[in-house]
T-cell receptor, first 114, second 115 residues
Framework: DTGVSQDPRHKITKRGQNVTFRCDPI?????LYWYRQTLGQGPEFLTY????????KSRLLSDRFSAERPKGSFSTLEIQRTEQGDSAMYLC????????????FGPGTRLTVL | AQKITQTQPGMFVQEKEAVTLDCTYD???????LFWYKQPSSGEMIFLIY??????QNATEGRYSLNFQKARKSANLVISASQLGDSAMYFC????????????FGSGTRLQVQP
């Protein structure tokens, strides 16, 4: 039984570059979520998908951020023209539609923008 | 206003003792869910326990129990018989109603279990 996986685990980039992260949810989970966590804080919600539909987006998700889940399986999160303030841990989670809806998190991608 | 408040930035507990981690929440929804997650130094968020707003009984999962006091809007996590491996950050989170699925997290409590 594999959990949520994320790739890469670490990414260092220079300001102004574009980066893309990938998340593979637990296979039977319809819902997929992206969160951002900065040092010393709890995760902050960015967006979520049910199958391939993006149903909710946070105001934190600026125009430079875009997320996709084209076939309702894996998802990608792209950040264009990165800024130093984008440095954070990007967490992906997935859940079933039914039940209590607890979200299962992946190990995260740590982004450092120089 | 903060939706989830965790007032204890850090807590110490002796091994084998019980510890309570505080969480208060703010919502006007009647239907909502409350969650606790553990985040060890490795970084992965681990789901511990869930309490629905309509659940009459306090949730329990092994050594974890949730002391749910709806009128006071509190959802404290109780860990019994602490173990060294319980040392981690603990986050309280809420999912509000109205079809929203996002979790709102508190700022966390760092628990250190001492031998």
């Amino acid at each position: 039984d594999t959990g949520v996986s994320q790739d890469p685990r670490h990414k260092i980039t220079k300001r102004g570059q574009n980066v893309t992260f990938r998340c593979d949810p637990i296979s039977e989970h319809n819902r997929l979520y992206w969160y951002r966590q900065t040092l010393g804080q709890g995760p902050e919600f960015l967006t979520y998908f049910q199958n391939e539909a993006q149903l909710e987006k946070s105001r934190l998700l600026s125009d430079r951020f875009s997320a996709e889940r084209p076939k309702g399986s894996f998802s990608t999160l792209e950040i264009q023209r990165t800024e130093q303030g984008d440095s954070a841990m990007y967490l992906c989670a997935s859940s079933l539609v039914s039940g209590t809806g607890e979200q299962f998190f992946g190990p995260g991608t740590r982004l450092t923008v120089l | 206003a903060q939706k989830i408040t965790q007032t204890q930035p850090g807590m110490f507990v002796q091994e084998k003792e019980a510890v309570t981690l505080d969480c208060t929440y703010d919502t006007s929804d009647q239907s909502y869910g409350l969650f606790w997650y553990k985040q060890p130094s490795s970084g992965e968020m681990i789901f511990l326990i869930y309490q629905g707003s309509y659940d009459e009984q306090n949730a329990t999962e092994g050594r974890y129990s949730l002391n749910f006091q709806k009128a006071r809007k509190s959802a404290n996590l109780v860990i019994s018989a602490s173990q060294l491996g319980d040392s981690a950050m603990y986050f309280c989170a809420m999912r509000e109603g109205g079809g929203r699925r996002a979790l709102t997290f508190g700022s966390g409590t760092r628990l250190q279990v001492q031998p």
